[in-house]
């Protein structure tokens, strides 16, 4: 029998550390979709502000300052690794941001969801006739299970992409 040692194989976490360091540098199509989605969320904060102003019913009556600051702050600085992305054009250089920001979507939706100051029915109201059948099926019962889903894998997405950023710059920088 021999002492030798077999060559290690490496772990599935390795392997997935070294393809997501391999392509931390993000093509022009990749900076241009994150671009994209930047705007697209842009756009749909928009119409919640409008929602808002026209004073439609979405927002109830009762909705307080801080519940508002925390929808409309969650969704603004959710676009930021977005934009990080497309500037920077790195993965791995956005990911402390991914996380703030989940951090920041889990408070808001846990805030939110304990209050609730929502009416669904009212979500279509700026959209011409034709189009409101894409939002006519979201009623509070969705709603609040979409949210419980986002809160549900934002408690498992922050240390995931918290153990991600760290493996992956200590890949990029050389030491591992």
């Given at each position: 029998m021999t002492n030798e040692k077999s060559p290690s194989v490496p772990s599935w976490w390795d392997r997935h550390v070294s393809k997501e360091a391999n392509k931390d540098v993000l093509k022009a199509s990749d900076r241009a979709g994150n671009v994209i989605g930047?705007?697209?969320?842009?756009?749909?904060?928009?119409?919640?502000?409008?929602?808002?102003?026209?004073?439609?019913?979405?927002?109830?009556?009762?909705?307080?300052?801080?519940?508002?600051?925390?929808?409309?702050?969650?969704?603004?600085f959710g676009i930021s690794p977005s934009i990080v992305r497309a500037t920077v054009g790195s993965r791995n250089i956005s990911r402390p941001l991914d996380i703030l920001s989940t951090i920041f979507v889990l408070i808001a939706v846990l805030v939110l969801l304990s209050s609730f100051p929502f009416d669904f029915e009212?979500?279509?109201?700026?959209?011409?006739?034709?189009?409101?059948?894409?939002?006519?099926?979201?009623?509070?019962?969705?709603a609040r299970a979409f949210m419980w889903?986002?809160?549900?894998?934002s408690l498992f997405m922050v240390p995931y992409t918290t153990a991600l950023y760290l493996s992956v710059r200590k890949k990029l920088s050389g030491a591992a």
């Open positions: 930047a705007v697209f969320s842009v756009i749909v904060i928009l119409y919640f502000i409008e929602l808002y102003s026209s004073s439609s019913g979405f927002f109830k009556e009762d909705i307080t300052d801080i519940e508002l600051g925390l929808f409309f702050w969650a969704a603004i009212h979500l279509d109201d700026l959209l011409p006739g034709p189009l409101r059948f894409m939002l006519n099926w979201i009623n509070d019962g969705v889903f986002i809160a549900i894998v």
